[in-house]
Structure formats: C-alpha cells, structure tokens
C-alpha cells in the first residue's frame, strides 16, 4: 500500500522502512548517553528521551515510543527505579510522532512551545509515579531539590512537583532544542527514506523556491 510519504504505508511494521529499524537503536543509545550524563553530572534535568523524541518526529509515534520503552527496559537493568518511568517516555515518544505530523517541529518557536506538553507528561506523571513509587524521592539531582524542600518545611507533594516541574520544563526546553538543531541538518537523502521526512523536505523546498540560486536546489 503506497502513501504520501515515499510510497511507504503508514501503519504495519514494515511500513517504516529500514532506515526506522535503523534509527531505533542509535535513539535508544542517545537516550542513553543523555540520561548517564544528567546522572553523573548531578544535573536538575533528565535528557533521556532526546532519541525518543527524534525518532518519533522522524518515523513517527510507534517507533518513538518502542524506543522509550526499550531505552528504559534497558537502563532498568542497572537502575531498576527508572523502570515506571518508561509509561513516560512512551508517552513523549507518542506525542513526537503527533505533533511532527502537525509539523511542529519544522518552526522554533513551535518546537519551544512543544516543550509544554512534554513537560506536562513528565512532571505530571513523573511526580505522580514518584510519589507512589518512590515515597517522594527518585534517583537523580531533582531528588536533592525534593529533600531540601522537605527540609525546609514543605509537604511532599508540593515539594516534589515544586522541584520536578521546572526541572522538566528545562529538560524539554533543551531536549526539543537538541531535537531541533539535529532535524535541521539531517540530509535531504535520509529524508526521503523515513516515514515522516517529506514533513520537513517540504520545508526544504519552499527555501529553494524563496532562493532559486541557494544550493539547497542542487539537493533537493
């Protein structure tokens, strides 16, 4: 069954392509990398769903949310209380592929604005899974900021949303800027071979259209 996306069919496994297949482990490792880097470092932000993230703007919900369940499936292997988080990355790896539909990411500052709603899912739920989980406390630098409310006087839930809402909006504001930066430069030749790349090639071409003389036509 062929569709507006490079003949490929939107729905069934073999509808995305290799190229999907392909990214999922490099999302999954990104994530990875991302997380470790927050954890060693002690930063107030996660950074463990940039991969899930991408590949949902670039081959959709499906393959964005396999890689947030696999990217915390595997993380839980040495840090098992990241293991209820995964309904989170899921989620975000959903709505990647949504709002990339809508072509959310293709604009800045709707990009910044997508942040919103990724941080809602993950504070709102992150706090939530935190509380009934973890009595409060998780295992990252957002976990300081929740003990030092607690010490000074504040409930648990205030304290935990207190200090994980405005970690996660950082989070997602730099997250999507990341995400941002990386589908401006993926080549036009990739493009063509990912379910949802004709939404950003579409951008490409009205460039070559406002810049007849740009080198971008020699690309596209």
């Not at 769903?49 to 696999?70: K, Q, S, Y």
């Not at 539909?101 to 919103?116: A, D």
Request: proline letters at 5%; glycine letters at 14%; charged letters at 10%.
């Amino acid at each position: 069954m062929s569709s507006r996306f490079g003949g490929r069919a939107p729905s069934g496994v073999h509808g995305y392509g290799q190229l999907t297949i392909f990214l999922i482990p490099i999302g999954i490792a990104t994530n990875f990398v991302g997380g470790q880097i927050a954890t060693l470092l002690k930063l107030p932000m996660y950074l463990d769903c940039i991969g899930t993230i991408l590949v949902g703007a670039l081959c959709g919900g499906l393959p964005g949310a396999l890689v947030g369940l696999i990217s915390n499936l595997l993380n839980s292997i040495t840090s098992p209380t990241l293991l209820p988080f995964a309904l989170i990355n899921i989620l975000v790896g959903l709505l990647a592929g949504w709002l990339s539909r809508l072509g959310v990411f293709r604009s800045l500052w709707k990009t910044l604005l997508s942040s919103l709603g990724f941080s809602l899912i993950g504070a709102g739920l992150g706090g939530l899974i935190t509380i009934i989980v973890f009595g409060g406390l998780g295992g990252n630098g957002v976990a300081l900021i929740t003990g030092a409310l607690r010490a000074l006087g504040f409930g648990l839930v205030p304290a935990v949303y207190i200090s994980s809402f405005p970690a996660d909006v950082l989070d997602k504001v730099v997250t999507v800027l990341i995400v941002f930066f990386v589908l401006s430069r993926v080549p036009t030749r990739l493009l063509v071979k990912v379910p949802l790349g004709a939404v950003y090639l579409g951008r490409r071409r009205r460039r070559v259209i406002e810049v007849p003389d740009d080198e971008l036509a020699l690309e596209v």
